[in-house]
């Protein structure tokens, strides 16, 4: 699949001043569509986790355009403390990133 980068990175400046609510609403909706992975973050600081998927989805797309840094980024989110519920579920979390997305750029977004 090929991802455009300059419209990958104009659109997420259209994110960026929202991104704390984004985030927020990514993990209500995995949480609310798929209650199976609510024990898996019962012990969890959200707040921890809102954090690190937004610095992480920044520089995903700060680095768009650069396959070798992402692909070394991406590696290394699968040894990181607590990215193992992230890789286990990624179609999950990718499902409530788009949810997400749709709902908040509503007529800027297209599937």
Do not use: C
Not at 17 to 34: A, K
Not at 56 to 61: A, D, G, H, R
Not at 86 to 95: G, S
Request: aromatic share 14%; hydrophobic share 40%.
């Amino acid at each position: 699949m090929f991802l455009n980068p300059d419209i990958i990175k104009a659109s997420f400046l259209r994110a960026k001043p929202f991104i704390d609510d984004i985030v927020e609403s990514v993990y209500e909706h995995l949480l609310q569509d798929f209650p199976h992975l609510t024990k898996t973050f019962a012990d969890k600081d959200m707040l921890e986790q809102q954090r690190t998927l937004a610095h992480s989805l920044s520089y995903i797309v700060n680095h768009a355009n650069n396959r070798e840094k992402l692909n070394i980024y991406l590696k290394s989110l699968t040894t990181r403390d607590g990215f193992e519920i992230l890789t286990k579920n990624f179609d999950l979390y990718a499902n409530s990133i788009l949810k997400t997305f749709r709902e908040y750029f509503r007529s800027h977004w297209n599937d």
